[in-house]
Nanobody, 129 residues
Framework: KDTLLESGGGSARAGGSLRLSCPGPAEFTRSIPFMGWFRQVPGKAREGVAAIDTRYGYTAIADSVKGRFTISLDNARQALILQMNSLSPEDTAKYYC?????????????????????WGQGTQVTVSS
């Protein structure tokens, strides 16, 4: 219970799409006001991709993926989804689902990994040209 397990990673060609998912706030025994997707490549810091305020639906999207990636919860709030379209090789990374119990994350800080205390083990996304 209260574990994050990502699914949906894999390989895609440039221009293609992938959809990642992990358990949503309805699957937790504790309150989860914020959830997000992060990615990391070897030798680089983990970066925020997209985040959502699960109470009100506000979202934050990194500039590098804006217009291509969307974050959402399914209708039952049982799944957090990252829809990735128009993929490029620069999107190749390990993608992590994260959750925060902190209800007071400032809107301009929701993409900061340090604000999240629950993490999945990650799923690899590889985009070929």
């Amino acid at each position: 219970k209260d574990t994050l397990l990502e699914s949906g990673g894999g390989s895609a060609r440039a221009g293609g799409s992938l959809r990642l998912s992990c358990p949503g706030p309805a699957e937790f025994t504790r309150s989860i006001p914020f959830m997000g997707w992060f990615r990391q490549v070897p030798g680089k810091a983990r970066e925020g991709v997209a985040a959502i305020d699960t109470r009100y639906g506000y979202t934050a999207i990194a500039d590098s993926v804006k217009g291509r990636f969307t974050i959402s919860l399914d209708n039952a709030r049982q799944a957090l989804i990252l829809q990735m379209n128009s993929l490029s090789p620069e999107d190749t990374a390990k993608y992590y689902c994260a959750a925060s119990q902190n209800p007071n994350i400032p809107q301009d800080a929701t993409l900061e990994p340090s604000k999240y205390n629950l993490w999945g083990q990650g799923t690899q996304v590889t985009v070929s040209s």
